[in-house]
């Protein structure tokens, strides 16, 4: 029997997580996938996935990590909070032929560094209540060299909308921003909140981010744009003038009567690398 064949010979995750008494906790912000067509999609939409090592955040019952070690990733290194998954995630362990690692603790928490890859995907359906903290730090980090690969992510689906937004958009801010200075962002598919259980209020989306490396040299100092971004929109419904007036905003092209969610990404850079 192959790895493969042994994955899939596991009990389905429903009936898994049953014999071991388990049920999503809200404080962890738990709806599990339980869709094996599902979970296949996503893990085959990482790039390359059979030469790829991956990262997974909040792998739960291990629905998706299953399906990352079918579709034939190198390696899979699950971080998960809740450790009475523990059971469920050995049995998935002793499946995988050496593939999967287990890791304990938080992700908000843990430097990925320390695993020790040179290079890595991230694939996860993602909490809810952290997954957009998660995003920024993972850009933050792909800015400052971290070796991410790609990221293929869950997230509620008017959060998905606000990564791949564009100036002028409704759902355009700060998490906007940063994604297209680092990356190239794209809504994979929408999932319905009928594949989760439990079923969440929110319909939600997979979104995958691919770092630029042009991208990010041109972009400059990201913590700068982070604190520009974050003072003014702040106030988004101000004119930038009235936020900074001692600016003279036609140096970037501005008049000082835009305001923040009219102005483009690249703008922002520009205005960093001078105002701040």
Known sequence: MNNSDKIKSLPPVSEMMRHAGLEPKKQFGQNFLFDLNLTGRIARSVPN???T??????PGPGGLTRALLV???????????DKTTKPILDEI??????????????AMRINFSEFGLSEYAICSNLPYNVGTELLVNWLTAVAHGAP????TLMFQREVARRIIARARDDEYGRLSVLT???SDARILFDVPNTAFVPRPRVQSAVVQIIPNAEKIRMAGDTDAIGKLTAKLFGQRRKMIRGIMPNVDWAQFGLTGTERAEEIAPETFAQMARVLI
């Open 49 to 51: 996935i059979t030469t």
């Open 53 to 58: 090592d991956v990262i997974e955040v909040g």
């Open 71 to 81: 579709a034939g990733a190198r390696r899979v290194i699950a971080v998960e909070k």
């Open 93 to 106: 362990i002793a499946a995988s032929d050496g593939r999967l690692t287990v890791i304990y603790g938080d």
């Open 148 to 151: 991410i690969k790609s990221m």
């Open 180 to 182: 297209t200075l680092v």
